[in-house]
Nanobody, 124 residues
Framework: VQLQASGGGLVQAGGSLRLSCAVSGFTLDYYGIGWFRQAPGKEREGVSCSSNGGGSTYYADSVKGRFTISRDNARNRVHLQMNSLKPEDTAVYYC??????????????????WGQGTQVTVSS
C-alpha cells in the first residue's frame, strides 16, 4: 500500500492549487481518505475527509467553502482542490488512508497509511 501526495507549490493569497494523492496497492473505493496538514511549529491537523465509498465528505471550518475533496477511482487518485488560499493555509499537506473507515466529522479516525507530504506555501 502506497500513497504519494503531489501538487503543492508557492502561490499568492487568493490563488488556487490542486493536490493529488495517488494510491496503489489497494482498491480506493474501500478506503476512507483524509487530508491533513502541519504548519511550522504546530501540530498536525485534519483538513478534510472522504469516507470509504466516497459518499460523504467533510471539511474543517477553516477550509469549508474553499477546499473540495474528490475521488477519481478509475485513476486511483484523491484530489484536494484548494481555492481562495490564505497565508494561514501554508503547511505540509499529507494524505492518509484506512480501509473500511468512515469519517469522524472532518477527521479520518484511523490512519493506517500516509503519503510523504507536499509543501504548500501561500504568500501574502
Amino acid at each position: 500500500v502506497q500513497l504519494q501526495a503531489s501538487g503543492g507549490g508557492l502561490v499568492q493569497a487568493g490563488g488556487s492549487l490542486r493536490l493529488s494523492c495517488a494510491v496503489s496497492g489497494f482498491t480506493l473505493d474501500y478506503y476512507g481518505i483524509g487530508w491533513f496538514r502541519q504548519a511550522p511549529g504546530k501540530e498536525r491537523e485534519g483538513v478534510s475527509c472522504s469516507s470509504n465509498g466516497g459518499g460523504s465528505t467533510y471539511y474543517a471550518d477553516s477550509v469549508k467553502g474553499r477546499f473540495t475533496i474528490s475521488r477519481d477511482n478509475a485513476r486511483n487518485r484523491v484530489h484536494l482542490q484548494m481555492n481562495s488560499l490564505k497565508p494561514e493555509d501554508t503547511a505540509v499537506y499529507y494524505c492518509a488512508a484506512a480501509p473500511f473507515v468512515g469519517c469522524n466529522g472532518f477527521l479520518l479516525p484511523r490512519t493506517d497509511y500516509w503519503g510523504q507530504g507536499t509543501q504548500v506555501t501561500v504568500s501574502s
